[in-house]
Nanobody
């Protein structure tokens, strides 16, 4: 089983920055793609950014040039650096991981979510 613990959310003024972290733990064989999603009230979760094991990244158009996703494979941690935050970025942010457990069974896992609020 894989557990994801997110941190780094909070309240920030427009134009400010936040850094989200997602740490994976548990008996897992390998982690493939790590991603960040966000969910606005009353809407479905949408992809913000993802990063493959080899470091290839993908971003939603709305965050390109402002957000940066990265990962530390040795520590099984993903990060989302968010700069130039806008009120429209206010949402609950979720970490998502695609991984193989110790029995080589592939699974998809979600974190508990962390609130990001951009407001003056």
């Amino acid at each position: 089983q894989l557990h994801l613990v997110e941190s780094g959310g909070g309240l920030v003024q427009p134009g400010g920055s936040l850094r989200l972290s997602c740490a994976a733990s548990g008996t897992i064989r390998s982690i493939n793609t790590m991603a960040w999603y966000r969910q606005f009230p009353g809407k479905q979760r949408e992809l913000v950014a993802d990063i493959s094991r080899d470091g290839t990244t993908n971003y939603a158009d709305s965050v390109k040039g402002r957000f940066t996703i990265s990962r530390d494979n040795a520590h099984r941690t993903a990060y989302l650096q968010m700069n130039s935050l806008e009120p429209s970025d206010t949402a609950v942010y979720y970490c998502n991981v695609d991984a193989f457990n110790r029995f080589a069974v592939r699974g998809n896992y979600w974190g508990q979510g962390t609130q990001v609020t951009v407001s003056s």
